[in-house]
């Protein structure tokens, strides 16, 4: 069966400091992959996403980058964090070419 | 442009009530995929129904059903004989193909409380 893990569960962090969030799927190759982020208010907001490795398209100018080294890889970088960037992140997984996501169980950020 | 509304932001309810949250959405692509998640307390979303554009039979699973009505645009979500274990946020999503690769857009969610 496939398994999504995120790492750290939370994160603590002073402002201008970097993040690297990481996200793996396990049990299935080729995903498509998506980070989602779930800011106070609960809505949730696609950051990116991939449809291999080293593809990456990004859903909204931020301060946030992503990267796919591997094909069941998923990393959620910025070089220096601001207040705004605080939230709930969530990677989720799709078969390629299927439309049902399924997510991880997500990194609570907090920017100090 | 694709747009998710849940228009309950909150609800309470004691246990064993039945308990109905709406989802109107809007597309203008005539294939399309409708969803509905929970997110309890811990966080993780955790996938409970798709429907495509075409299906619009409406199903039950256990205490849960959905109301698919193309012709209101709607997508309800229907629980019966509520649980203390059913209180979460309940986020309806829509999605359409694209080079996003079925890329979520989800409701602003409605939190459901049931209380013993």
């Known amino acids: 069966s496939q398994t999504i893990h995120q790492w750290p569960a939370t994160l603590v962090q002073p402002v201008g400091s970097p993040l690297s969030l990481e996200c793996t799927v396990e049990?299935?190759?080729?995903?498509?992959l998506y980070w989602y982020r779930q800011a106070a208010g609960r809505g949730l907001q696609l950051l990116f996403y991939s449809v291999g490795i080293g593809q990456i398209s990004s859903e909204v100018p931020q301060n946030l980058s992503a990267s796919r080294p591997q094909d069941r890889q998923f990393i959620l970088s910025s070089k220096k964090l601001l207040l705004s960037d605080s939230g709930f992140y969530l990677c989720?997984?799709?078969?390629?070419?299927?439309?049902?996501?399924?997510f991880g169980p997500g990194t609570r950020l907090t920017v100090l | 442009a694709q747009k998710v509304t849940q228009a309950q932001t909150e609800i309470s309810v004691v246990e064993k009530e039945d308990v109905t949250l709406d989802c109107v959405y809007e597309t203008r692509d005539t294939t399309y995929y409708l969803f509905w998640y929970k997110q309890p307390p811990s966080g993780e979303l955790v996938f409970l129904i798709r429907?495509?554009?075409?299906?619009?039979q409406n199903e039950i699973s256990g205490r849960y059903s959905w109301n698919f009505q193309k012709s209101t645009s709607s997508f309800n979500f229907t629980i019966t004989a509520s649980q203390v274990v059913d209180s979460a946020v309940y986020f309806c999503a829509l999605s359409e193909a694209s080079d996003s690769g079925y890329a979520l857009n989800f409701g602003k969610g409605t939190s459901l409380l049931v209380t013993p």
């Open positions: 049990g299935t190759s080729n995903p498509n």
């Open positions: 429907r495509n554009s075409f299906d619009e």
């Open positions: 989720a997984w799709s078969v390629r070419g299927r439309d049902t996501q399924y």
